[in-house]
């Protein structure tokens, strides 16, 4: 095999083993790409996303999370309501057995990490500790990506 063509798989194996390390088991819990939008130096707040799968035949409940790059990371729903999309405070987010919780920018289900220590840059990562009932803690790298950016990633890492 000539140089330049091992050079080129030697880097296709790299990225391959990049993409896959982005995903995170946690028993019977999979988590997969977490990313967050970047939040420039006057925004003291922003968002992350994580996709949650259960394989197993018990649901999860995911209880709390917590960062180094925030003060306080809240679970939050935002959904419409009469008409004015709402952004709430939850206590917990359950996730059925067997099935798959999508989070993603534009409503519904994402983590909120207020009074952010640094702005987060579009290429910056931080770890991020997740928190479920009955299995314990995982800590997750979160990628800072652009809304669009960060959900095509996700997408892609489902199989």
């Known amino acids: 095999m000539p140089l330049r063509a091992s050079l080129m798989f030697a880097a296709g194996l790299v990225l391959s083993a990049t993409a896959l390390a982005h995903d995170y088991q ?8 977490p990313f967050a939008t970047p939040a420039p130096p006057s925004v003291p ?9 259960v394989d197993g035949s ?11 790059a925030s003060e306080t990371v809240e ?10 999309m709402q952004m709430r405070r939850v206590e917990r987010i359950d996730i059925p057995a067997g099935t798959l919780q999508t989070m993603r920018p534009g409503g519904g289900y994402h983590l909120m990490l207020f009074d952010l220590v640094a702005p987060l840059n579009d290429g910056d990562r931080f770890p991020l500790t997740l928190e479920f009932a009955e299995r314990g803690e995982i800590e997750v790298e979160v990628w800072v990506q652009s809304a669009g950016e960060g959900s095509e ?3 892609d890492h489902h199989h």
């Open 26 to 33: 946690l028993d019977d819990v999979r988590i997969s790409h």
């Open 45 to 53: 707040h922003a968002a992350a996303y994580v996709d949650i799968r």
């Open 58 to 68: 018990e649901p999860a409940v995911l209880v709390g999370a917590r960062s180094p």
């Open 75 to 84: 679970l939050h729903d935002m959904a419409m309501d009469d008409g004015v």
């Open 153 to 155: 990633d996700a997408a």
